[in-house]
Nanobody, 125 residues
């Protein structure tokens, strides 16, 4: 599966963005999906994930309440809605995918096999 992230940009603190991750190849309907981010000088970190069914979700503590992950399997696309952006959200955001048979999302924190190229989000204060 190939993943293409988009939707990043330069925004002011407090603004919102919606990132998209479009997949080509096998249908995403049997893949768990996730967003990660890597800030300058820092390691890549988990942000959010969603089960293939859409019924299970997981979030990093730092983004809970501000970020929402969703998916549209018919469009082979996963989204990350980011509200109330903060300067510390500045990072390259990557989407990732991995085959899954767990519709509840108990495997969301396991490693991911496929990665997109990333989209840059820059938040100015």
């Amino acid at each position: 599966v190939q993943l293409q992230a988009s939707g990043g940009g330069l925004v002011q603190a407090g603004a919102s963005l919606r990132l998209s991750c479009a997949a080509s190849g096998p249908a995403l309907s049997r893949y768990r999906m996730a967003w990660f981010r890597q800030a300058p000088g820092k390691q890549r970190e988990f942000v959010a994930a969603i089960a293939w069914s859409g019924t299970g979700r997981a979030y990093a503590d730092s983004v809970t309440g501000r970020f929402t992950i969703s998916r549209d399997n018919a469009k082979n696309t996963v989204y990350l809605q980011i509200n109330s952006l903060k300067p510390e959200d500045t990072a390259i955001y990557y989407c990732a995918a991995s085959p899954s048979t767990d519709y509840t999302g108990r495997d969301l924190k396991k490693p991911y096999d496929y990665w997109g190229q990333g989209t840059l989000v820059t938040v100015s204060s």
